[in-house]
């Protein structure tokens, strides 16, 4: 069952989104509010038992909490407030524990209008958990392939 509560909404000022399930021990949130929002907006669905993050109140353009998984909590904010989400080009929809390791994640937006593809993922972080080796990093230099698969 999944429960969202909308905690704080603030005006969009960015034309693509960030959105992060945070857990207690998230790391993503954190580093998107520092060093992504000269991009993105970040919506926030904080899970867990601890009470929502003060940074997360302050800068967030959307804080909601409650239960659920990712995609679930997303389709609820999405009933509830419809319009911000399609005010976005696009929504990158983040685990809480991924790992950047090199590359400018900021070109994710300009990657989706033009080539026109409707759905990217950044490459995994070897550091991380590798479900499937197609997400690994590529060897050479490249800001973009073609796979026929995006880990959900």
Request: proline letters at 5%; aromatic letters at 10%.
């Amino acid at each position: 069952m999944t429960s969202v509560d909308i905690l704080s909404v603030r005006p969009k000022t960015k034309p693509d989104a960030i959105f992060v399930s945070a857990g207690d021990r998230q790391t993503f949130a954190t580093y998107a509010l520092s060093k992504l929002t000269d991009t993105f907006d970040v919506l926030i669905f904080q899970y867990g038992s601890n009470p929502p993050k003060e940074e997360f109140k302050k800068t967030a353009t959307l804080l909601a909490r409650g239960t659920g998984s990712k995609f679930n909590a997303l389709k609820e904010i999405f009933r509830q407030r419809r319009e911000l989400l399609l005010n976005y080009n696009t929504v990158w929809v983040c685990d809480d524990d991924l790992i950047l390791e090199n590359g400018d994640y900021r070109i994710l937006p300009a990657v989706v209008g033009t080539l026109g593809v409707k759905v990217v993922s950044p490459a995994h972080s070897i550091k991380g958990k590798i479900s499937h080796q197609i997400m690994l990093p590529a060897v050479g230099r490249h800001f973009f392939r073609y796979t026929s698969f995006v880990e959900m």
